[in-house]
C-alpha cells in the first residue's frame, strides 16, 4: 500500500515541529497520523517511517507493540476497548462483556464477520469511578447497561451513533457543565 502524497504532506508538518537532532521525538506523533490514514500500521508503513525519521526498525516494532492504541493488523471500523478491571467488574462489567460479546457474536481479539467491530477487554481506563465503561475508537461510554450497551451498537450499526458521554469526566470538564 503506497503512501499517499496528504501522509507524506502531513509527516512533513509533524516533523518541522521537531529540531533535526530531535526528530525521533515524532515517532508517535507520526504513528498515529499513518494509523489514522491507513487504518493500521502496515510493514511497508513501519518502513517507510524508519526512513522519514532516521529512527531503527526495532525502536518503530517497539513503540508499535508497547502501546495499545497503537495497531500492527487489520481491526473493524469500531474498535471496543471494554474495561475488565475490578472496579468496573464489582458494577456490573463482567456481565455486561458477556453481553456485547454474545450481541457482537465475537470474543477480545476477534473482528466481526462483517468488518465493523473489533472487541478488545483492557485493564483499565481510567475510569472508575464512571463503570463500567468502554471506549469506541475515541469515545467514551460509561455507567453502562445492557440496554446502552444494545443503544451504542445498533446505533453504530445503523449509522447513527448514540451521542458520547460528554463532557467526559476523564479528559476534564472544561466547559463547566454538570456531570
Request: one cysteine or more; hydrophobic letters at 35%; glycine letters at 8%.
Amino acid at each position: 500500500m503506497p503512501i499517499s502524497e496528504s501522509l507524506k504532506k502531513k509527516a512533513e508538518e509533524i516533523v518541522f515541529r521537531y529540531p533535526e537532532d530531535k526528530r525521533a521525538s515524532a515517532l508517535i506523533p507520526l504513528l498515529f497520523e499513518v494509523q489514522r490514514e491507513l487504518g493500521w500500521i502496515t510493514p511497508e508503513a513501519e518502513e517507510w517511517v524508519v526512513e522519514t525519521l532516521g529512527v531503527t526498525p526495532v525502536r518503530v516494532r517497539e513503540v508499535i507493540t508497547f502501546y495499545s492504541m497503537m495497531r500492527a493488523e487489520p481491526h473493524g471500523k469500531f474498535i471496543i476497548q471494554f474495561c475488565e478491571n475490578i472496579s468496573c467488574c464489582l458494577t456490573g462489567g463482567e456481565e455486561l462483556q458477556h453481553h456485547l460479546e454474545h450481541k457482537l457474536g465475537i470474543h477480545p481479539g476477534e473482528t466481526t464477520k462483517d468488518g465493523l467491530f473489533t472487541l478488545k477487554c483492557v485493564e483499565c481506563l481510567g475510569g472508575c469511578s464512571w463503570g463500567p465503561m468502554m471506549l469506541v475508537n475515541e469515545d467514551q461510554y460509561f455507567q453502562l447497561t445492557k440496554e446502552r450497551v444494545d443503544q451504542v451498537i445498533d446505533g453504530l450499526r445503523s449509522g447513527t451513533p448514540v451521542k458520547a458521554d460528554h463532557p467526559t469526566p476523564l479528559l476534564g470538564n472544561v466547559a463547566g457543565e454538570k456531570v
